[in-house]
């Protein structure tokens, strides 16, 4: 596909794509939205824009789409029903976000991510200078689960990229970056629940001693009626 030809089909496709959504007023929530305490503004890009996003470097052919045709084969976002296809010419593009947080706290970072196949391609990724993905040449295959656990620092940037597919596109989707809960707080919950349990289970407990006293009563009553 050469891109400086199709560029103009691909946006009226998009914009086609968008005009026949049922009820696109209102924006089919992705997965992201449902995450509590979500750091990552516009994660699923339901927005249909870039919106809390910084775009640097090649920012050609990175345009947020609903279900479309690209490289000739039906795209849909991995949920909701917006998705940002990555596919910058000769260079590479960037996507970022910088956000407040709790130094010292553990975050899980997560993002989906597809790709057509189409070579050449890079795509990385990074949590502040420290670099979470590296790619090159990628292969062909559908929306991946990329999961990373990364500590705060108080003031944090994700960073999307570099990404370059001189051919193709990536699709991006579903962005999470989520306070990982304190492995103190998950014992003393445990603790809570095993207490429970014990205290649940004593109550089911028959009075000690009460099965030996039912015994001697009953082998007296017995004794009795025997000749």
Same mark, same amino acid.
């Given at each position: 596909?050469?891109?400086?030809?199709?560029?103009?089909?691909? %946006?009226?496709?998009?914009?086609?794509?968008?005009?026949?959504?049922?009820?696109?007023?209102?924006?089919?929530?992705?997965?992201?939205?449902?995450?509590?305490?979500?750091?990552?503004?516009?994660?699923?890009?339901?927005?249909?824009?870039?919106?809390?996003?910084?775009?640097?470097? $090649?920012?050609?052919?990175?345009?947020?789409?609903?279900?479309? &045709?690209?490289?000739?084969?039906?795209?849909?976002?991995?949920?909701?029903?917006?998705?940002?296809? @990555?596919?910058?010419?000769? !260079?590479?593009?960037?996507?970022?976000?910088?956000? &407040?947080?709790?130094?010292?706290?553990?975050?899980?970072? =997560?993002?989906?991510?597809? $790709?057509? #196949?189409?070579?050449?391609?890079?795509?990385?990724?990074?949590?502040?200078?420290?670099?979470?993905?590296?790619?090159? $040449?990628?292969?062909?295959?559908?929306?991946?689960?990329?999961?990373?656990? %990364?500590?705060?620092?108080?003031?944090?940037?994700?960073?999307?990229?570099?990404?370059?597919?001189?051919? #193709?596109?990536?699709?991006?989707?579903?962005? !999470?970056?989520?306070?990982?809960? =304190?492995?103190?707080?998950? #014992?003393? @919950?445990?603790?809570?629940?095993? #207490?429970?349990?014990?205290?649940?289970?004593?109550?089911? =407990?028959?009075?000690?001693?009460?099965?030996?006293?039912?015994?001697?009563?009953?082998?007296?009553?017995?004794?009795? @009626?025997?000749?």
């Amino acid at each position: 596909m050469d891109k400086n030809v199709s560029g103009l089909s691909l %946006v009226l496709s998009a914009a086609i794509g968008f005009a026949s959504l049922p009820g696109s007023t209102a924006a089919a929530p992705s997965i992201c939205d449902a995450i509590p305490g979500n750091l990552v503004v516009n994660c699923g890009f339901e927005d249909r824009s870039l919106r809390g996003w910084t775009q640097s470097g $090649n920012t050609g052919f990175s345009l947020v789409l609903g279900p479309v &045709s690209l490289d000739g084969l039906i795209n849909s976002p991995n949920s909701g029903d917006r998705f940002v296809a @990555l596919g910058p010419v000769g !260079s590479d593009g960037f996507l970022s976000q910088t956000f &407040s947080d709790t130094a010292g706290q553990q975050l899980r970072l =997560e993002f989906f991510m597809a $790709n057509d #196949g189409a070579t050449p391609n890079d795509f990385h990724a990074a949590f502040n200078d420290n670099m979470l993905l590296s790619l090159t $040449n990628d292969g062909a295959h559908g929306f991946t689960d990329n999961v990373f656990i %990364v500590t705060a620092t108080g003031l944090d940037t994700l960073t999307i990229g570099g990404f370059r597919h001189d051919i #193709g596109f990536f699709r991006l989707d579903d962005i !999470s970056v989520v306070p990982v809960p =304190e492995p103190g707080s998950l #014992g003393l @919950l445990g603790i809570f629940l095993a #207490g429970l349990g014990i205290r649940l289970g004593r109550r089911a =407990e028959p009075p000690h001693g009460a099965l030996d006293k039912d015994a001697d009563r009953w082998s007296s009553v017995i004794s009795g @009626l025997r000749p």
